[in-house]
Structure formats: C-alpha cells, structure tokens
C-alpha cells in the first residue's frame, strides 16, 4: 500500500521523503501495455455560466489539478487539442443554430425578441454568457480528439473529462448542454467502427445522444438516470426503444431516488454483460456524468465514488477501445476526485486514498482531505429489489429480439469529419515542398561519410 504523505501533530516527513513516497501504485503485474490518452484543453476551465448557475468549469481545472499532483501524467499521452471547426459542428448541429451560437453575445440578448430567445431554447438553463461558442468549440474538439486518436490505434482509451453534453440538440441547447460532443465523437467513430456502444451513466437520461441515433442499429445507447416523467428531461422511459432499423437498441433503465452501491453495481453489471455479448461493439463510449453521486447539489442518488468507478472498471474489463467523457456534477469537490479516481481505474493503478497537500487547490478538499468521503444516506433508497429485478427484465426481454449484432459494409472508409484545418493542411503542403526541392532530396540521397560536390 501507498503511504500517506499528509502531516499530522505528532508525525512529519522531511522533503526527500515526500518527493520519494508513491502516490500511486500499480493494482496488476500484467505487462500489456494499454495506451491512455488524456485530452485536456485548460482553457476550457475559464468559462463562466453565470454566478447563481449550477454548472462550474472550474471542476474540470480542480479534476486536472488533482490529476497532476498524483502524477498521473505519467501513465498517459497528453493532448492539449484544438478547438472543433465549424465545419465540424456542422456534422450534426444545424447551421442555423451554430450561426446563432457564433454571433449571440450577453448584449445582444436584450435587444433579441422572446421568439428568437424561444426559438434556441435560451433561458436560465442555457443562458447566452461570454464566449460560449469558444467554449462549444473546445469541448466538442477535445472529444472529436480523443476519437481520432482512437480511430489511428494511438490510443486504447481516450479520456476528455470537459466533454458528456448529452443533452444538446440539433437545433437547440438543452439541459447545460450547447454542443453534443458524443454524437460528433460517434459519427466520427462510426467511419471504421461497424458498431457503436454509448453508455451513459449520468443522473439524467442521455436524450440527446438517443435522440440522434433512435433509427440506426450501429449505435446502441444504453442509459441508467432517474426516471418518473417529470424530472428532467422528462425522457428514459424502458419502453424507449428506437423506431425502424433501430428498434431495440435504445436501452434506458429508470431509477428512483437514493439507489445504493450494491444495488447499481448488481444491475449495472447484470445488464451490460448480457448488452455487449448481443451487441458485438467494436468500440465503446462511456459518458461518467458525476452527478449520480451521493450529496451533488442537483442529484438523488446514494453512490460513492469507488461504485461509480467500478462501472468504468467494468466497462474497461471487455478489453474494448474506449472513449471515456465527463457530463453532469454539480458539487465540483467531488466532481473532481470522481474523475481523478477514474482516470487511475482506466490507468490500472490504486491512487493514496489521502489527497496531496501540495495540491495548489487542495483548501477545497476539506475537512477529510480524502479522496473518498462518505457520500451515502442522504436519502432513502425507494428501489426495492421486486422493482430493480423488474427492469432488469424488461431489458433482458428486450434483448431476445436483437437476434444477431448488426453488420455493415467498411469496404470505404467515409472521410473523417475531423480532419485537418486548413491552416494545418498548408502547414503540411509547405513542409511537403520544402522535402521535395531537389537539393533536398540529394542531400537525402547522400549517404552517411559522403561528400557533396
């Protein structure tokens, strides 16, 4: 086991032995490598929604903070991407409603009639504030990164915590969300995946992402969120289940408040087993909103942060490529050390349960400074196991009628909706010229101790 490095009144460690004591260490000795990329863009984090508004970006900084005092660098490829293009938003969002997003300003606002306000769903769940096309752009890039490094086999697993805006749609935001990012990322990946699974283990349903693919069979969405018609987005319902060549690959399993560890981990393992053994995915993206844990300022369910983590362990366990997103949590705290301890299950290693008190933020950690505070009990658990067991049945009915997983002709590969910039593609062009001017290409001819004349 690790040991701790934090201080306390009878004991204190000197700077050499601080710098030398592990903060993680290896949980297997199995010697595959499994190459995990980390996509984080910082400015991501100055975005400001509004001073009353639930949604913080700051978390994604106190995640990456946290990420980097457990040396977690270490076990990863880091990516610092570049913002979506337009042209790439434009893959799935209309044009319409990214010209919207590119011109709105928290001016101009005021002036616009209540129609046109009514029209882009603007309100106070998604307000106009500074930079919110910039913000759009580095989200949905960090992700459209990710996938990419996925596609080229640079990466096994892709991480991008400011991406999971699940809920955007084509012609509107929705629910904190202006750009779905996971639709991009899977339309991307469905260029040489034949199929796709999207599991979304947010407090919400993922509407949006199950909204875009309700008619294909390539894409499986498969959604565990709280349910009962009215909480929001008011969508999840089992019978939920596509329409056409769609039908039964749209999963949604219901919950009521104050569901447990015990009780999540048994159906989140009990359905997904039996889903990806029927559906054959060739690629996996799973979406770790962190307001299913216990105590966030919008959630209603008891989970602590090692069961949330062992979904993703699960997922992890098929061996799959995987690109792994952020979403909802709204007590940044705990958002942060979920992702943290995430990013650790999908680096296979065990983090100090004790959080580094060099951490630049660590105040915000108080008073346990622990990576695992106790997030149970808030609230009753109103999912008797008659009621879970019910719904693992719909959905295992469900899936008698998936006879076989859908196959798809790859003979083309469609081109990649997230291909270079301009800018990059004349960068290349002149290095290319550069290359190939003759004297260059004797001085490459020239073998080594041979003299020019």
């Given at each position: 086991m690790a040991i701790s490095i934090s201080d306390t009144e009878t004991f204190s460690t000197d700077k050499k032995t601080t710098e030398q004591t592990p903060l993680y260490y290896a949980n297997s000795s199995d010697n595959r490598r499994v190459n995990v990329s980390y996509h984080y863009n910082p400015e991501v984090s100055q975005y400001h929604?509004?001073?009353?508004?639930?949604?913080?970006?700051?978390?994604?900084?106190?995640?990456?903070?946290?990420v980097i005092s457990y040396k977690l660098y270490e076990k990863m490829d880091l990516f610092t991407p570049r913002r979506a293009t337009k042209e790439e938003l434009l893959a799935f969002h209309s044009e319409d409603y990214i010209n919207f997003l590119q011109t709105i300003t928290p001016e101009k606002t005021a002036k616009l009639p209540d129609q046109t306000l009514a029209?882009?769903?603007?309100?106070?769940?998604?307000?106009?504030?500074?930079?919110?096309?910039?913000?759009?752009?580095?989200?949905?890039?960090?992700?459209?990164?990710?996938?990419?490094?996925?596609?080229?086999?640079?990466?096994?697993?892709?991480?991008?915590?400011?991406?999971?805006?699940h809920h955007a749609k084509k012609f509107e935001p929705s629910g904190f969300c202006y750009v779905n990012d996971i639709v991009l990322s899977i339309m991307n990946l469905l260029r040489v995946h034949p199929r796709v699974m999207y599991i979304d283990i947010d407090l919400h349903h993922g509407d949006g992402v199950q909204e875009a693919f309700y008619t294909t069979d390539r894409v499986m969405t498969v959604s565990f969120h709280k349910y009962n018609g009215e909480f929001f987005p008011g969508t999840g319902s089992v019978d939920e289940t596509g329409l056409g060549k769609g039908k039964n690959y749209a999963i949604n399993v219901p919950l009521r408040d104050g569901i447990d560890d015990e009780?999540?981990?048994?159906?989140?393992?009990?359905i997904m087993e039996p889903l990806i053994s029927k559906f054959q995915p060739t690629c996996i993206v799973q979406q770790c909103g962190a307001d299913s844990l216990g105590y966030d300022r919008l959630g209603c369910f008891n989970l602590n942060i090692r069961a949330h983590g062992?979904?993703?362990?699960?997922?992890?366990?098929?061996?799959?490529?995987?690109?792994?997103?952020?979403?909802?949590?709204?007590?940044?705290?705990?958002?942060?050390?979920?992702?943290?301890?995430?990013?650790?299950?999908?680096?296979?290693?065990?983090?100090?349960?004790?959080?580094?008190?060099?951490?630049?933020t660590y105040d915000w950690f108080g008073p346990d400074f622990s990576l695992h505070p106790q997030l149970e009990g808030r609230i009753d658990n109103k999912n008797s196991k008659k009621y879970l067991e019910s719904v693992k049945q719909e959905i295992l009915e469900q899936l008698r009628y998936l006879n076989h997983a859908p196959s798809v002709?790859?003979?083309?590969?469609?081109?990649?909706?997230?291909?270079?910039?301009?800018?990059?593609?004349?960068?290349?062009?002149?290095l290319n010229e550069e290359t190939n001017r003759p004297d260059q290409i004797m001085k490459d001819e020239t073998r080594e101790g041979e003299l020019m004349v």
């Open positions: 929604y509004g001073a009353l508004h639930p949604m913080k970006p700051f978390r994604l900084m106190l995640t990456d903070h946290l029209q882009f769903n603007i309100g106070d769940d998604c307000p106009v504030f500074d930079g919110m096309y910039d913000y759009s752009a580095i989200y949905a890039g960090a992700s459209l990164d990710a996938s990419r490094k996925l596609i080229s086999g640079m990466s096994d697993i892709a991480i991008n915590w400011s991406g999971g805006l009780s999540y981990i048994r159906l989140f393992k009990s062992e979904c993703v362990k699960f997922i992890k366990s098929f061996g799959l490529p995987m690109l792994v997103l952020g979403g909802g949590g709204y007590t940044p705290r705990n958002v942060s050390r979920l992702w943290c301890y995430e990013t650790s299950v999908l680096n296979d290693v065990t983090l100090n349960h004790k959080i580094p008190n060099y951490l630049p002709q790859m003979s083309e590969i469609p081109p990649d909706i997230t291909g270079l910039t301009e800018e990059e593609e004349d960068f290349i062009r002149e």
